[in-house]
């Protein structure tokens, strides 16, 4: 989103990034339980994180890239 639409017609933004330590603990425990699990697009060792990085601009992904230690 272009910020200039923002103030140019006068419009509001909400958000929150902050959530109760419950509901951390909550999608922990599910993670755990495999209930939920995050969508692995894919993963790079770290001598690979330059095609990593390229992967990531390019932005042609669903889920998340993960880089390997």
Not at 34 to 46: G, I, R, W
Request: with cysteine.
């Amino acid at each position: 989103m272009d910020v200039r639409t923002l103030y140019l017609k006068d419009l509001s933004f909400f958000g929150c990034t902050y959530q109760p330590r419950h509901v951390f603990e909550n999608l922990v425990s599910y993670i755990e339980r495999d209930e939920l699990k995050p969508l692995v697009s894919a993963q790079y060792v770290l001598q690979n994180i330059t095609q990593a990085q390229q992967a990531f601009i390019a932005k042609k992904f669903i889920g998340k890239l993960v880089l390997l230690p």
